[in-house]
């Protein structure tokens, strides 16, 4: 981002490769519309276009950017009055380091109904606590730099995680109940 900043527009390029995939994931699983999530999330990185001269490294740059991506999201949110949702899309593109080889059927099945259950199970959660998960597991942020983002502090942060671990195991363990394929969820 400095040299973003200092005028080597390649610098965006490298940010925008790394970055783009996970703040994309993370917008579109607050949000139920695709629509919406490609809206939020050219908004975020005209607001880093625009915030480059003035930035400066207090923190680091992922935390910075999903500030400025919570920021946006709050803002979609008081605009609409209405609840943070997570939303499963079965056209998301798949993670980058997924192996090519194609799975089996039966295998393929079992993949897509473990996701749905634990994205049912994300959905679930309360917003404070889905939105402190998804910091944790799409951006790999640490609990200082969540607690920076959603304006809380670490304490809070880390009580919202315990308690969404616990309720996803709850519910995932609860899904392995009732379907027996899913048991080693």
Do not use: C
Request: net charge neutral; hydrophobic share 45%.
């Amino acid at each position: 981002m400095l040299a973003y900043r200092a005028g080597d527009a390649a610098s965006f390029d490298t940010l925008y490769s790394r970055h783009k995939g996970a703040v994309f994931r993370y917008l579109r699983r607050q949000v139920r519309s695709m629509a919406v999530a490609e809206e939020l999330f050219q908004d975020v990185w005209m607001k880093l276009i625009d915030a480059r001269a003035g930035y400066e490294p207090r923190a680091k740059f992922t935390t910075w950017l999903y500030t400025i991506a919570h920021h946006r999201l709050m803002d979609h949110f008081r605009g609409a009055a209405r609840a943070i949702l997570v939303s499963y899309d079965e056209t998301d593109d798949p993670p980058e380091d997924v192996a090519s080889a194609a799975p089996a059927p039966d295998e393929l099945f079992e993949r897509k109904q473990q996701a749905a259950g634990l994205l049912a199970a994300i959905e679930a959660l309360p917003s404070a606590q889905r939105e402190a998960f998804l910091l944790q597991q799409e951006a790999d942020l640490s609990l200082d730099e969540i607690a920076l983002v959603t304006g809380t502090n670490r304490e809070t942060v880390k009580s919202r995680l315990r308690y969404a671990m616990a309720k996803l195991r709850v519910q995932l363990a609860e899904s392995a109940d009732r379907n027996p394929r899913m048991q080693g969820v």
